[in-house]
Structure formats: structure tokens, C-alpha cells
């Protein structure tokens, strides 16, 4: 196992969102560093990204969460290299033996049979159709697509099975797919979110390092809009004193951009997360860390985190009450909380392959 680099001096973690590495919590050594024992200087090295190569055995994966809009959803990565430091799929990266901390955004997994494997589900003549949400655990559109391609992949699959589909992401090559989506979408088969969590781009190179300006995102919103690809915007999480003030700005930049809906989500610190959050904002924000998590306990129950149904997206409170009032009447003004008509799951229908008999019907 390699050592703790949460107290090697080190490594550099230039943009990065996280500002330690601690042990993953289903490791059973785990190793404090302390040096070799020399009294010399170590070399700082800047913390690079690695990608390794994964086979799934399946494509889709099946949740039962009454708190999710959809029951399916694929991953083309494990990992995300945004650094994004509130991302509540950190601690997912503690089931492959590593940390949720700079291991997730540095040690990438890609999955490239994931288009093949995921088109042998939909032929199974057991599968029936339902959104299937891709980007909800980490984006799809982080850098390394650019390489791999993997998304691309995915989204031609579905297409050619007139397969409902929904993305999110906050990166900007998903406007390198606008092919696909915009053709996906003439047939009521797509559609976008684009997650802008502040208009400060300051703070945005803070918390998500290696995503996107804020601005920038908010073009992708355009680009796929004037496309016929509808989008929503969403203003997810919503930080506690950090960036809660900007709810009724986000909307207003976001339908300015031609958004056609808005949907938020609380901050959540779930196992490891709240650790490196409160490690980041103690980094940078020392003077309102007492208020931030003051705020987030509130809503939680005295807790950083509760995952009980029905309320770990939104929380619950005075507080909570007060943002959830916010958010939807600044969305109701902008005629951005009218819901989307359903995606379309009775155009499915498996292409016929090489080899494949007529039918005489």
C-alpha cells in the first residue's frame, strides 16, 4: 500500500481540489508518513493524473432510491478529475481500495468496452426501456474523454436504439457530441443538465478546480439550446454561507442562456467528504468555517451529514425551508419550475446486425 500522503509535505497539489490523501476506509493497513529519517529537503512534486484501464462486466447500473428521478444510470469513469471538493461520489473510490481524498481526482479509471457491453444489455430480450442517467456519479465529460471517448461511444449505442437518456455534466466537450444530441433530441429522446454552482470565478477555481469557468458553462448551456437540445440548469449544491446568496443569479444567467428548467441540491458530506470539505474550507475560508458547517449541522441534526430518504438532498430546518421558499420562486419567475415532458421510451427498438434475419412482418 502506498503511504498517507495527507502528511507528506511533498507533494504539491496545485490545482486540486482536495488538500489531503487519507487511507480509503475498507483498507486494512493503513500508514502514516513521516520520512525516511535524512534531515534534507524533499523534492516537491506536483501530483499528476493517472488513467487505468477497467473491463466492466455490465454497462447499466440499477438503483431502487426513492430520492432519484431515474432507476438506471451508466459510468464511463470512475473518478473525476474536476476535483470538484463537495462531490458526494468521493467515497465511491473507497470500494476500488483507494482514497477519497487526491486519489479520486488523480487515479482515473476508464472504462472503454463500456459501449459494447452496454449495447449487449440492450439486446437481452429481457430489457425494458427507461431513462438511463449517465453523469450523476462522476461527469462523463471530465478531460480524459478526450482520449478515451468513451461517452461518445455510449451515447451513439443509445442512439441507435432510440434510447432515452440523461446527461449531466458541468465539462464543455459534451458540445463535441452536439451531433448526436441534437438529433437525439428531434426525436424526444435527451436531455441536459449543466451544473453551475457560482458565478465567481475565484471561488470556482477553489472548489472545482479542473472544471470549467462558470461562464464557460454557462456557453455550453447556449450551444446545446439553440441546438434543440433542452437544458436545465442546475444550481447544485447549494454551499451554506458560501454560495447561497447567488440562487436567484444562477437562474437568471442560466434562462438567459436558454435554459428551459432548474433543479438545485443541497450541499451533502457524506463518510469521507466532510472531512476534506471542512479541511478545504479551513484552507480557504478560515473566517466563515464556523458559520458553513454551523449552518450544514442545522439542517442535519447536529450531524455534517444525515442520509435519511426524502431529505438527504435538500435537508430540513428553518434554513433549509428559507432556500427551497428562494429557489422556487426565483424559478417560477423565470418559468423555469414547469417539469419537462417525459423522454420517449416507445421508439426502442434494436437494430438489426450483420447477419440478422428479416422480419417477414
Known amino acids: 500500500m502506498s503511504p498517507d500522503k495527507s502528511l507528506?509535505?511533498?507533494?504539491?497539489?496545485?490545482?486540486?481540489g482536495a488538500h489531503s490523501n487519507a487511507s480509503g476506509r475498507f483498507e486494512k493497513l493503513q500508514t502514516a508518513y513521516d520520512g525516511d529519517g535524512w534531515e534534507i529537503e524533499e523534492e516537491i512534486r506536483l501530483v499528476r493524473t493517472d488513467t487505468e484501464v477497467e473491463v466492466p462486466r455490465r454497462a447499466i447500473t440499477y438503483n431502487r432510491s426513492p430520492d432519484l428521478p431515474f432507476d438506471r444510470s451508466v459510468n464511463p469513469y470512475r473518478g473525476c478529475e474536476h476535483g470538484c471538493i463537495y462531490c458526494f461520489a468521493r467515497p465511491s473510490h473507497a470500494w476500488l481500495g483507494m482514497s477519497a481524498g487526491l486519489d479520486f481526482e488523480t487515479r482515473l479509471i476508464a472504462r472503454p468496452d463500456a459501449p459494447k457491453v452496454l449495447e449487449q444489455e440492450l439486446r437481452q430480450k429481457s430489457y425494458q426501456p427507461r431513462t438511463i442517467a449517465i453523469g450523476t456519479n462522476t461527469d462523463p465529460y471530465q478531460p480524459i474523454e478526450k482520449k478515451h471517448e468513451i461517452m461518445r461511444k455510449c451515447l451513439q449505442v443509445l442512439s441507435n436504439f432510440n434510447h432515452p437518456v440523461a446527461v449531466v455534466s458541468k465539462g464543455t466537450l459534451i458540445e463535441r457530441d452536439i451531433d448526436i444530441l441534437s438529433d437525439m433530441a428531434a426525436r424526444g429522446l435527451v436531455r441536459v443538465g449543466i451544473s453551475v454552482t457560482t458565478l465567481d470565478a475565484g471561488l470556482s477555481r477553489k472548489l472545482e478546480p479542473r472544471a470549467p469557468a462558470p461562464q464557460r458553462r454557462l456557453a455550453v448551456i447556449r450551444a446545446l439550446s439553440n441546438a434543440g437540445?433542452?437544458?436545465r440548469i442546475m444550481t447544485s449544491p447549494i454551499i451554506p454561507g458560501l454560495t447561497d446568496h447567488e440562487i436567484e443569479a444562477l437562474l437568471q444567467a442560466g434562462h438567459d442562456a436558454g435554459a428551459v428548467a432548474a433543479s438545485w441540491i443541497?450541499?451533502?458530506?457524506?463518510?469521507?467528504?466532510a472531512p476534506l470539505f471542512q479541511e478545504w474550507v479551513q484552507v480557504h475560508y478560515p473566517d466563515r468555517a464556523g458559520r458553513i458547517m454551523g449552518l450544514v449541522r442545522d439542517m442535519h441534526g447536529g450531524k455534517n451529514y444525515a442520509a435519511d430518504w426524502?431529505?438527504?438532498m435538500r435537508g430540513s430546518g428553518r434554513y433549509a425551508e428559507m432556500i427551497a421558499d428562494r429557489f422556487q420562486k426565483a424559478a417560477q419567475k423565470l418559468g423555469l419550475n414547469a417539469p419537462l415532458p417525459p423522454l420517449r421510451c416507445d421508439?426502442?427498438?434494436?437494430?438489426?446486425?450483420?447477419?440478422?434475419q428479416l422480419s417477414l412482418l
Open 310 to 312: 426524502g431529505r438527504r
Open 229 to 231: 437540445v433542452p437544458v
Open 266 to 273: 443541497m450541499l451533502r458530506l457524506p463518510l469521507e467528504v
Open 347 to 356: 421508439l426502442f427498438k434494436r437494430p438489426l446486425r450483420p447477419g440478422d
Open 8 to 16: 507528506n509535505p511533498s507533494l504539491r497539489t496545485r490545482a486540486r
